[in-house]
């Protein structure tokens, strides 16, 4: 699976990762992984989503969500499940929850070419995104930048 996300990357495409821990995936390696970006975010809950977002045109984006981690273990000793989303509604719905995930600078860490993770720094207006989606679920105000509930 890294062999092909560094195919990707080299063939131009923009992969942004979002994992729990541990990667053994290099980002950043000049000419094999340029375009892969991984994150992880280890703040008050130890949860991740298991979302699946391709665009493979303006217009066609595939979202699907799953059981499993995407970890050799877990592909062939396990039966996971993963699903495509077909409602636009709830597309949108993960399309933001991504886009602020990908925009937390409080509790995020980024993995470098090194092989170490970099606590992300707030530089202007800090975003939380596990407190956003709190305020989100019991209906309190909330901002993420320049976007106000």
């Known amino acids: 699976m890294i062999q092909k996300l560094y195919e990707a990357s080299q063939a131009g495409v923009q992969v942004d990762l979002i994992v729990r821990g541990l990667c053994c995936l290099r980002p950043g390696l000049p000419g094999i992984s340029d375009n892969i970006r991984v994150m992880s975010i280890v703040g008050r809950f130890l949860e991740h989503s298991r979302i699946y977002y391709f665009e493979n045109a303006p217009h066609d984006l595939q979202f699907l969500l799953g059981s499993a981690d995407l970890m050799r273990r877990n592909l062939y000793n396990r039966v996971e499940v993963v699903f495509p989303v077909l409602e636009e509604r709830q597309r949108e719905k993960l399309m933001r929850l991504l886009k602020t995930e990908l925009r937390d600078n409080t509790f995020a860490w980024e993995l470098r070419a090194d092989g170490k ?23 309190l105000p909330f901002s993420v930048g320049n976007e106000q509930s």
């Open 117 to 139: 993770y970099y606590r992300l720094q707030p530089n202007g207006v800090a975003i939380n995104s596990q407190e956003i989606f709190m305020r989100r679920s019991f209906g």
